[in-house]
């Protein structure tokens, strides 16, 4: 058990529906990371929030959105949902993110995830 | 877009024997990680990198790095039943950006 826990394990919904994830990093950490796992894209990184903000933005559509709360928990909104976006998605975090030099590593711990099905 | 490239895509073995998997990168790092996955489920971090480091040691795991040919492999010995997963390496870039960049992964089988 890695300590991050992703709600809900599964989801299915219809085309043009929105549906959000839900992400609570492990005690302690302020980094949270979003992923996306597909067959024909396998992961792929889709944003990063430190301790509140948006700090690093990956291969995400427009189409999907994120937050993080003041009690460190994320959120991942997917709207418009096509077909395509069936997948994978995880959540992982980490202690810092603040690229500071004296930090040379960044171990991330990834939730179970919630896979996703479009219909 | 996928980093690396994880040699080789599958890979099948007797229990016991040693499964040796090779990651390729592009771009500089500030360190490389290796995960495991079970099918379908969460992926387990096993080992991290630094860029400076050249082998590692994790109880039945040992990675190498060699940064001048972008390059990782990771050695697992004495192999298990339970070791059937898919590993990915994951690399985290140089300067502040920490997010990771996975490769395509390699699906290991050990049969009992």
């Known amino acids: 058990d890695s300590g991050v826990t992703q709600t809900p394990k599964h989801l299915i919904t219809a085309t043009g529906q929105r549906v959000t994830l839900r992400c609570s990093p492990r005690s302690g950490d302020l980094s949270v990371y979003w992923y996306q796992q597909s067959l024909d894209q396998g992961l792929q990184f889709l944003i990063q929030y430190y301790n509140g903000e948006e700090r690093a933005k990956g291969n995400i559509l427009e189409r999907f959105s994120a937050q993080q709360f003041p009690d460190l928990h994320s959120e991942l909104n997917l709207s418009s949902l096509e077909l395509g976006d069936s997948a994978l998605y995880f959540c992982?975090?980490?202690?810092?993110?603040?690229?500071?030099?004296?930090?040379?590593?960044?171990?991330?711990?990834f939730g179970p995830g919630t896979r996703l099905l479009v219909l | 877009s996928q980093q690396g490239e994880e040699d080789p895509q599958a890979l099948s073995i007797q229990e016991g024997e040693n499964a040796t998997m090779n990651c390729s990168y592009k771009?500089?790092?500030?360190?490389l990680q290796w995960y495991r996955q079970n099918s379908g489920r969460g992926l387990v971090h096993l080992i991290l990198?630094?860029?400076?480091?050249r082998e590692k040691h994790s109880g039945r795991l040992r990675v190498t790095l060699d940064t001048s040919k972008k390059s990782s492999s990771l050695l697992i010995t004495a192999s298990r039943a339970a070791d059937t997963a898919s590993y990915f390496c994951?690399?985290?870039?140089?300067?502040?950006?920490?997010?990771?960049?996975f490769g395509s992964g390699t699906q290991l089988t050990v049969l009992p």
């Open positions: 771009t500089s790092i500030n360190n």
């Open positions: 994951a690399t985290a870039p140089g300067g502040s950006a920490r997010q990771l960049t």
């Open positions: 992982a975090s980490s202690a810092t993110g603040t690229g500071n030099p004296r930090v040379a590593q960044e171990t991330q711990y």
């Open positions: 990198i630094r860029s400076n480091e």
